[in-house]
């Protein structure tokens, strides 16, 4: 069975397009056809300025969220990445065959580097080596492929690069993974600035759908959208990004095609309106399972504690062999 990895950090309230671009296809698609971990990446939390309770809340919201998606720890490996020690022991060793310019050319880093400078922060060093952990999440486990939103595309190619100069260097000890992005919706935009990724780290509270946010809520920031000064609604993400948007947001919540819905309206009050609809029903079944897991916070619990101990038997094997092949010394 091919082997999926893919995680979600928990660095804000998660989003509706964590939702569209990743959770509902690791729910609906990956857990059956493959033999898939999900992990809460929690270290790469800590690669900008964070508070540590927070942190840990927000850890246990995602991986509860991650069941209320539809995650079956029967059908899939759901973990914390901090609780398997096999993480962070592969980085180091993949920072020994990554060079500091190919950290540098990588745009999110550039990106958040900017944004904690301009807030007058200094720059933590794991935000530079952020993308060689996240490569060594995924090698780890031998995935062969990593179900992800369109932005984390350049990490995995960058895990590629990686795991393809390891094996020629020191032998073959990595699967080289590929990424894999859902049809629509690998890119849901603010909806307060539609040029600018959903991202649940944003300072635009109006603009982000967050998963927990109560259904009328929802309507208020979905009417609210940011469109253009034209009439029709067509879809075009160059000239139309506002409009474009809520069609793909509905056409990944109702299953039909953006450019096809683009054709069904008269106007933009009620394509608002009707996804706004559709995103309070997308959203409904998962804020209603969160609400029962949070009154069992002992079945996440023993969820989380299986799943790192699987986990965990998954990439040992694959980081020793690293380990032996790059030179070091077996413990005995
Ligand atoms: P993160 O936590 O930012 O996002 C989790 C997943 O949600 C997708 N996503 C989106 N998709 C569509 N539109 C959006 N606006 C949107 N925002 C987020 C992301 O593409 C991602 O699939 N570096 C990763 C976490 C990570 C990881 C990994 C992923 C760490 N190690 C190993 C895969 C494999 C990240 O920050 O995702």
Redesign the pocket.
Known sequence: MTRV?????P?GHL?L??Y????RRWAAVDQHRSDALF?V?DL?ALTVDHDPARVRRLSRQAATLLLASGLDPELCTVFVQSHVDEHARLSYVLECVATDGEMRRMIQYREKAAREQRRGGSVRLSLLT?PV??AA??LAYGAEE???????AQ??ELTRDLAVRFNQRYGQAFVVPRATHPKV?????NLQEPTS????SDDTGPGIVYLLDEPDVVRKKVMRAVTDSGREVVYDREARPGVANLLEILAACTGGSPEALGGAYASYGALKRDTAEAVVEVLRPVRERHAELCADPGHVEKVLREGAERARGMARPTVDAAYRAIGLLPAG
């Not at 990895?5 to 950090?9: H, T, Y």
């Not at 569209?20 to 959770?23: C, N």
Request: proline content about 3%.
């Open positions: 990895f893919s995680g979600i950090k660095t989003t397009g964590n569209l671009g990743a959770m992990c990446v790469h952020y952990l996240m999440d995924i990593v179900p992800v939103g369109d932005d984390q990490h995995v919706a690998a890119r849901v935009m990724k959903m991202g649940k």
